[in-house]
Each structure stands twice: as structure tokens, then as C-alpha cells.
């Protein structure tokens, strides 16, 4: 089953510009985390924020947690074409006897030179 | 240091035959999980292994079964397989469980069920 839903599914914007993508989930968690896959390769982790954060930052990535709305964001800033990937966000219950990193539905960023 | 290690790559099966995944953690790592992507049904877990015990399991099938060896390294096995079946099987370790380090995905395989 998927934990949540993510928003936009795709979203295309000019090289430089920035990019948000949203995710939502649905029950409690002990940490969110954000990968990106490259076109049916393996995940590549990005950024693991906790249930106790509201924001981190990790180079060009910018990740927001709001527990109270069991929302997440993920802005990444000055674009590159490197960047277009599909966007995952997963929650991480395992606090709360919940099965391991379950996975929203993604985002595909295509990134327009 | 080297990544996580899955294999085969792509592997092409008929229906009713069996299959065995195999996945190696970064070194150090004792946590295997492997996940099952598909277009439809998206990324789903399927089980989790720490230091050879199942912790963890997904909503699948008892067709769906995997082990832990002492060395961390993890199989999977699919056996009576249907076309369903056919997907990208990820695996991702961790240092450990219940701790926020983030996980580190092999490459996959891709199983094709004919």
C-alpha cells in the first residue's frame, strides 16, 4: 500500500528555475525521506529529515516537515537538466511497528534546458 | 567504498518457473530490504532482514520468500511466477533498524515473466 500521495505527479520547468514538489502521508512516522531514481535505475538517497525537524538543508535541496499535517516538501533550487528524476518521498514508522520506508507515488521532474 | 550489489541485472523468466535474487549490503551494513516497483502499484515493500532474522514483511504472497546470510548478503526467491510478477527489485541496506541513517539502494534487477 502507498503511504501517500505526492504532488504534482509530473512537473517540467526551465533550466535555473526552481522546482517543489509535495508529499503527503497518512499515518504516524519516525522519520520522511526523499530519494531520486534516474529512469528504472536504483534510489539514490537525498536528504532523511526526523519527525522532531522542520527543516533541513543539504547543498541546492531544501526539505520542510509539518507533522501536524502529515505533509512534506522538497525544493530544489537553480534547476539543472542533471536534476530531471523521478522525486520519492518515504516514511519511515518503524517506531511504530509499521513496515520499513513506505514509498509515495513520485514525482517526474523533467528539467527543459 | 562499494555500493550495494545486486544480482542479476535483468533476467527474463516463464510463467510457473521459480527465480532467486541475490543482494549485497554495503559492508558494515546489517539491514537488507527489498522492494518490488512496478507501474501500477508503484514501490512496495516486500521484507526487511536484520542480522539473519525477518523483521519485517510486506503484503505479499508466500511465493515470496528471502533469507539472510551471517555475511549480511540477502536472497530473494519468487517461486511459481506470474506474469505480474514482472518488475524492478530493489534492494536497500542500512546500518541498522529504527535508526535514521536513510538507506542505500542497489541498482535492481529487472525480472521479466513470460
Known amino acids: 500500500s502507498q503511504q501517500g500521495e505526492e504532488d504534482p505527479q509530473a512537473l517540467s520547468i526551465q533550466e535555473g528555475e526552481n522546482a517543489t514538489m509535495n508529499c503527503s502521508y497518512k499515518t504516524s512516522i519516525n522519520n520522511l525521506q526523499w530519494y531520486r531514481q534516474n529512469s528504472g535505475r536504483g534510489l539514490v538517497h537525498l536528504i532523511l529529515?526526523?519527525?522532531?525537524?522542520r527543516e533541513k538543508h543539504s547543498g541546492r535541496l531544501r526539505v520542510t516537515l509539518d507533522t501536524s499535517k502529515k505533509s512534506s516538501s522538497l525544493l530544489i533550487t537553480a534547476s539543472r537538466a542533471a536534476d530531471t528524476a523521478s522525486y520519492f518521498c518515504?516514511?519511515?514508522?518503524?517506531?511504530?511497528?509499521?513496515?520499513?520506508?513506505?514509498f509515495g507515488t513520485g514525482t517526474r521532474l523533467t528539467i527543459i534546458p | 567504498k562499494a555500493g550495494v550489489t545486486q544480482t542479476p541485472r535483468y533476467l527474463i523468466k516463464t510463467r510457473g518457473q521459480q527465480v532467486t535474487l541475490s543482494c549485497s549490503p554495503i559492508s558494515g551494513h546489517r539491514s537488507v530490504s527489498w522492494y518490488q516497483q512496478t507501474p501500477g502499484q508503484g514501490l512496495q515493500f516486500l521484507f526487511e532482514?536484520?542480522?539473519?532474522?525477518?523483521?519485517n514483511k510486506g503484503n505479499f504472497p508466500g511465493r515470496f520468500s528471502g533469507r539472510q546470510f551471517s555475511n549480511s548478503r540477502s536472497e530473494m526467491n519468487v517461486s511459481t511466477l506470474e506474469l505480474g510478477d514482472s518488475a524492478l527489485y530493489l534492494c536497500?541496506?542500512?546500518?541498522?533498524?529504527?535508526?535514521?541513517?536513510?538507506?542505500?539502494f542497489g541498482s535492481g534487477t529487472r525480472l521479466t515473466v513470460v
Open positions: 536497500a541496506s542500512s546500518r541498522g533498524t529504527g535508526e535514521a541513517y536513510g538507506y542505500t
Open positions: 518515504a516514511t519511515d514508522g518503524s517506531n511504530f511497528g509499521n513496515e520499513k520506508l513506505t
Open positions: 529529515i526526523r519527525s522532531n525537524e
Open positions: 532482514y536484520f542480522s539473519e532474522t525477518q523483521r
